[in-house]
């Protein structure tokens, strides 16, 4: 199993923009169930976006249409794009590698 390691959160208004990026070794799309989940303050972690091994794409109703998955320039780097960011969408970011999690990114949005 391959540890992943979170980057790029950070503090951020609302309506604005971050990059997520989850890195770990070898190339993390192939055979790889690459998801991101968030937990925030008092809430219990929840799902936000997958890409699953055969390659579709799913996002929570909350993040549809804002939030989107891709893979980084290097083949070991998967990105979250987050726009319209809300204050809701404060958490700390984790991405999931198979059964894998990293430690998580903290994504403030203020209002």
């Known amino acids: 199993q391959v540890q992943p390691v979170e980057s790029g959160g950070g503090l951020v208004q609302v309506g604005g923009s971050l990059r997520l990026s989850c890195s770990a070794s070898?190339?993390?799309?192939?055979?790889?169930?690459v998801a991101w989940y968030r937990q925030s303050p008092g809430k219990e972690r929840e799902f936000v976006a997958q890409r699953n091994t055969g390659g579709a794409f799913a996002y929570a109703d909350s993040v549809k249409g804002r939030f989107t998955i891709s893979r980084g320039n290097a083949a070991n780097t998967a990105w979250l794009h987050m726009n319209s960011l809300k204050p809701e969408d404060t958490g700390v970011y984790y991405c999931?590698?198979?059964?894998?999690w990293g430690q998580g990114t903290q994504v403030t949005v203020s209002s």
């Open positions: 070898g190339r993390i799309f192939v055979r790889n169930y």
């Open positions: 999931r590698l198979g059964d894998c």
